[in-house]
């Protein structure tokens, strides 16, 4: 087989979409042998800030001279950004053999209990390479939910709820409770949970580690950061944990969200020293520093600024938004932002837009290739009533384009809305990610101002 031969494969699966339960990669992993029983891992789920987490804690742990597995998802280029061994992408070949192996139990699967999905596959790929790459942890992001996501197969001796929001509510309920539930399904029993959750979902959350005598750390209890000193190109913060207070930490990847997510990261690290000496302050300070994640406030551009960012979810585009009025615009005074923005379905794009398009002086609504995505009729219809100019522009490189010939050198551009939009901006841009979503030792952290 070879590579494009197992993506056509997966392309196959792609008619099958989602399904909510466990029992095809549950038989998946018993033909395979049982490979997610054969490394230590720790579950990252949440409803925003999972790459981010799961990009920081994998570089401490590589920091700290370990063999670190990462799956994080979706991609942005290519299939194989979704199975990494320290930083680096598995190669095509070892793809392709892998996939090989697998498309025989998958028809088996298919005869029992119906046909696995892509991302079941995919997770039974990343399983089989982390097993036999020897990982000494793997950082899994979960996908969808969390009780019945095919990565909650994993006996995770430590998960990571990152926070809650309103997202998938066609399939996860319309409550921040109700998907807190379905989040916290990835608490094990008589294991470890690190928490940003708050509020209702926290309580929801809290009542299920109660449950399964679960031990929890949660953010601004247990865990505790301040001091944020935020700049364009990162924060410094100090962090407090039941192990002890780190001063002057510092993150290159910009925004207090990212300092939000960072806390858990390094709280989960410290909490992993018992299985892993070497996780020192060290580790934790270096691993922080080089963190960077493709996608994620990305400058790609300068004069104008153009700036890449994967804002998908309410929280995130509030969180955006902040980073905009605090950081960016009141740097270059008279700039005018342009606003390009595609979103897809399962996030409530109209409230995404209406985060973003009040700062705007121009936007231009656009429409990723993925087959989630919404139209930009959509788009367009929700950015009106802010009462902002709107265009409608596809595909995404002709909406980047757009938005390049509108600005003067003092200006911003900003392309946001969905990680599918942001990685084809990144395409049209030039900028090659597939390096690798986080590779610690090629993105090195810029200097905090």
């Known amino acids: 087989m070879t590579y494009q031969e197992a993506v056509d494969y997966l392309d196959s699966l792609a008619q099958f979409g989602w399904k909510l339960d466990l029992a095809r990669i549950e038989r998946l992993c018993a033909l395979a042998d049982h490979p997610e029983r054969?490394?230590?891992?720790?579950?990252?789920?949440g409803s925003a800030g999972k790459g981010s987490t799961c990009g920081f804690l994998s570089a401490i742990l590589q920091a700290a001279g370990l063999r670190s597995g990462t799956a994080?998802?979706?991609?942005?280029?290519?299939?194989?950004?979704?199975?990494?061994?320290?930083?680096?992408?598995?190669?095509?070949?070892?793809?392709?053999?892998?996939?090989?192996?697998i498309v025989p139990l998958s028809a088996r699967v298919t005869e029992e209990e119906g046909s696995p999905t892509v991302f079941e596959v995919m997770t039974l790929l990343s399983f089989l390479h982390f097993a036999e790459s020897g990982v000494d942890r793997a950082v899994i992001e979960v996908g969808l939910g969390g009780r019945f996501d095919a990565t909650n197969v994993l006996p995770a001796d430590l998960s990571i709820i990152t926070m809650i929001g309103l997202d998938h509510t066609d399939r996860l309920g319309d409550t921040v409770e109700q998907i807190a539930f379905e989040k916290a399904g990835i608490i094990k029993p008589g294991r470890r949970l690190v928490t940003g959750a708050s509020g209702g979902a926290l309580e929801v959350i809290e009542a299920v580690a109660r449950e399964r005598a679960?031990?929890?750390?949660?953010?601004?209890?247990?865990?505790?950061?301040?001091?944020?000193?935020?700049?364009?190109?990162?924060?410094?913060?100090?962090?407090?944990t039941?192990?002890?207070?780190?001063?002057?930490?510092?993150?290159?990847?910009t925004g207090e969200h990212q300092v939000h997510n960072a806390s858990l990261a390094a709280a989960a690290a410290l909490w992993l020293r018992d299985a892993h000496i070497g996780l020192d302050e060290a580790s934790v300070r270096t691993g922080l520093e080089r963190t960077r994640v493709p996608g994620r406030l990305e400058v790609v551009g300068e004069r104008p600024l153009v700036l890449v960012d994967a804002a998908?979810?309410?929280?995130?585009?509030?969180?955006?938004?902040?980073s905009l009025r605090d950081l960016y615009l009141p740097e270059q005074p008279g700039a005018r932002l342009i606003l390009v923005i595609g979103c897809s379905t399962g996030h409530a794009p109209e409230v995404v837009v209406s985060?973003?398009?009040?700062?705007?002086?121009?936007?231009?609504?656009?429409?990723s290739r993925h087959p989630a995505a919404i139209p930009t009729s959509e788009i367009a219809a929700s950015a009106r009533t802010t009462g902002v100019p709107v265009t409608e522009i596809e595909p995404v490189a002709a909406a980047l384009n757009h938005a390049r010939s509108l600005a003067r050198p003092e200006d911003i551009v900003l392309v946001t809305g969905s990680l599918f939009v942001a990685g084809e901006a990144l395409e049209?841009?030039?900028?090659?990610?597939?390096?690798?979503?986080v590779n610690s030792r090629l993105h090195t952290a810029r200097p905090h101002p």
Do not use: C
């Open 355 to 367: 985060r973003l398009a009040p700062l705007a002086a121009e936007l231009i609504a656009t429409r």
């Open 242 to 253: 039941p192990l002890g207070f780190l001063a002057d930490l510092q993150v290159a990847m």
């Open 312 to 322: 998908h979810s309410p929280d995130r585009a509030e969180a955006l938004a902040a």
């Open 428 to 437: 049209a841009w030039g900028t090659d990610a597939t390096v690798g979503r």
């Open 72 to 101: 994080p998802k979706p991609h942005l280029h290519t299939h194989r950004e979704r199975v990494q061994v320290d930083g680096e992408l598995i190669s095509a070949e070892q793809f392709a053999a892998i996939m090989e192996r």
């Open 38 to 45: 054969r490394f230590p891992a720790v579950l990252v789920g």
């Open 214 to 240: 679960a031990e929890i750390w949660r953010l601004h209890r247990e865990i505790r950061y301040g001091n944020v000193r935020a700049g364009r190109y990162g924060s410094t913060f100090d962090l407090e």
